[in-house]
C-alpha cells in the first residue's frame, strides 16, 4: 500500500513539473517583448497575429503597464478584420473595466463606428443605424469636448437619413398594399421622429392622403 502511494506521489510530481515547464517555457517572452510583437504585427497590418500577442501579453502579464493598451489594440484588431461583433464586445468590456479612462471617447467611437460599418440598404433592418446613432450621441453628450465629436455629428446625420428612409419605405409599403391605417402610423411616425429629412415633406401629404383613405373602410 505505502508502495502504491509512492508511485502515485511520484507520478503527481513529474506531472506537476513537467507543467510547470511548460508554464515557464510558454512564458519565455517578456510583456516588454510581447508588446512589441503586437504592434509590429499591427502596424503590418497583421492583425491576427497581433490579436495572438496582445491575448497573450494580456493573459500572462494581467498586472503589466502594457495590459490596458492590450485591452485596446485586441478591440482595434478586431476592427480593422471587421469582426464587429468582437469588436464591440471588445470596446465594451474596456470601458467598463477602466471607465476613467482617457481612451474612453475613442472606445465610444469605435463602438458607434462597429455599428456604422454595418448600415444597411433601407429595406433592411436597422439596428446598426440605431445603435451608432446611440453610440454617437452617448459620446456627444458625455465628452462634448471631444475631437471625435464632429465625425460623430457627420455619422449621426447619415443615420438619421437611413432610418428615415426606412420609415418611409416601410409606409409606401403599407400604403401600396392598402394598409391605409399601418401607413398612417408610419407616416405619422416620420414626421414626428425625423422632421427635417426630406422624406417628412412627403409623408406629410401621404398623412393626409392615409386619413382620408382609412375613413372610407
Not at 512564458?27 to 503590418?44: C, I, P, R
Not at 491575448?55 to 478586431?78: G, N, R, V
Request: aromatic share 14%; proline share 3%.
Amino acid at each position: 500500500m505505502m508502495k502504491k502511494l509512492l508511485l502515485l506521489f511520484t507520478i503527481v510530481l513529474l506531472v506537476s513539473g513537467c507543467s510547470l515547464f511548460e508554464s515557464s517555457h510558454e512564458m519565455e517572452k517578456s510583456a516588454e517583448e510581447l508588446v512589441s510583437e503586437g504592434s509590429s504585427a499591427f502596424m503590418d497590418e497583421k492583425y491576427k497575429n497581433a490579436i495572438k500577442a496582445y491575448t497573450d501579453l494580456k493573459d500572462w502579464y494581467p498586472f503589466s503597464k502594457y495590459a490596458i493598451l492590450a485591452e485596446l489594440k485586441i478591440a482595434d484588431s478586431y476592427y480593422h478584420l471587421e469582426k464587429y461583433d468582437e469588436a464591440v464586445l471588445a470596446y465594451e468590456a474596456f470601458e467598463k473595466m477602466h471607465p476613467k479612462n482617457d481612451a474612453v471617447p475613442y472606445v465610444i467611437y469605435r463602438t458607434g463606428l462597429c455599428w456604422f460599418n454595418q448600415l444597411d440598404t433601407v429595406d433592411r433592418d436597422q439596428t446598426p443605424a440605431k445603435n451608432s446613432m446611440d453610440q454617437f450621441k452617448r459620446l456627444i453628450d458625455q465628452y462634448p469636448e471631444s475631437e471625435y465629436v464632429q465625425e460623430a455629428e457627420e455619422k449621426i446625420q447619415l443615420c438619421v437619413e437611413n432610418l428615415s428612409a426606412h420609415e418611409f419605405y416601410v409606409a409606401n409599403f403599407y400604403y401600396k398594399t392598402k394598409k391605409y391605417k399601418s401607413a398612417l402610423k408610419r407616416y405619422e411616425s416620420l414626421v414626428t421622429n425625423y422632421p427635417n429629412s426630406k422624406e417628412s415633406k412627403e409623408a406629410l401629404n401621404k398623412i393626409i392622403e392615409c386619413r382620408a383613405l382609412a375613413n372610407k373602410i
